[in-house]
């Protein structure tokens, strides 16, 4: 497909970005892991709403945690003879004969959110151990200047050998075990508030000494602090990440809640268009395009929207 000359997009951010302008608008197939998640379903929905004002033509399935049904779709996405596909894994390794479908085709693919061992042209995402060491940074700091020793902190995990939760938990692990800090790993919650309100029950009786919870995701910090509410346990303090606006509102008017890191879901959709655009064009992208993250406490948190599910934080990625 043969680009134009230079125009412009109005971004889910309400800012106007160059992009290249198409002789014929390019057809974008997405294979979405799942819409169980909050986050996954505004992943989309930004995605949608960048290839829609940006006059691209989008075809979203949801595989819905199904191995098997991604990889069907995924074909079913080649059949249609989409430009470029979008995939955001179940497993890994389980798309491998789809991206070697797609490559056979002659279609580029970009990964997103989670990336593959091989076969993506790019991965669009964030550094989720950086995110894991912001907050780290944010939970040393806060015990520094409380002059604690022998801290403890209750580490609720996302899912059993996902490669975010394994980031997200390293990245906080690290900077925190150097700093003296006891880590205990709880259960894997899925990412589900709901699992984690039953895990943290336990925990809370199991380590009545607790001085924190670090969840690997706000969704989790959320339920985890809801139960130390209900049991009146006001002197421990929660950190999460991925910017949830509630947890973000929490923050300002609580001292409870400490830190996140954002992980805007509608502008990672964005981005992941933009890439597909440049993609089709012909131009060469990153292996790696990284959406941007940025740590949040009290003290900054005035400074992102609340007004949709996450809270904004959308830098200018291609510069």
Do not use: C, W
């Amino acid at each position: 497909m043969s680009a134009g000359v230079i125009g412009l997009t109005l971004t889910t951010a309400g800012i106007m970005l160059p992009r290249p302008a198409f002789a014929q608008t390019i057809k974008i197939g997405f294979s979405q892991a799942t819409l169980q998640s909050p986050f996954y379903v505004e992943l989309t929905a930004g995605a949608e709403a960048a290839a829609k004002a940006g006059g691209d033509d989008i075809v979203s399935l949801d595989a819905n945690g199904d191995v098997t049904k991604q990889n069907n779709d995924l074909q079913d996405l080649i059949t249609r003879g989409v430009d470029v596909l979008i995939v955001n894994p179940v497993n890994p390794d389980a798309v491998a004969p789809s991206l070697e479908a797609a490559k056979a085709a002659g279609i580029p693919v970009i990964t997103v959110d989670r990336d593959v061992r091989g076969g993506a042209t790019s991965y669009v995402g964030r550094n989720n151990e950086k995110m894991g060491a912001l907050v780290g940074e944010a939970a040393v700091a806060y015990f520094k200047e409380k002059g604690a020793n022998n801290v403890k902190i209750i580490e609720i995990q996302g899912d059993p050998g996902g490669t975010v939760m394994a980031a997200r938990r390293d990245g906080f692990d690290k900077v925190a075990e150097a700093a003296g800090i006891k880590i205990v790993r709880g259960p894997y919650a899925e990412y589900i508030r709901a699992n984690a309100v039953t895990a943290m029950q336990d925990l809370l009786q199991a380590n009545p000494d607790l001085n924190a919870v670090y969840a690997h995701n706000d969704d989790m910090a959320v339920g985890a602090l809801q139960v130390l509410k209900e049991n009146g346990r006001t002197d421990v303090v929660v950190f999460g990440v991925d910017g949830l606006s509630e947890a973000v509102k929490i923050m300002t008017d609580s001292d409870q809640y400490i830190a996140t890191a954002l992980n805007d879901p509608r502008y990672l959709g964005d981005v992941t268009i933009q890439t597909a655009r440049r993609i089709a064009a012909g131009e060469k992208v990153p292996s790696f395009v990284d959406a941007g993250t940025t740590v949040v406490t009290k003290e900054n948190a005035s400074k992102f929207p609340t007004t949709g599910l996450f809270a904004e934080y959308r830098p200018d990625v291609f510069k």
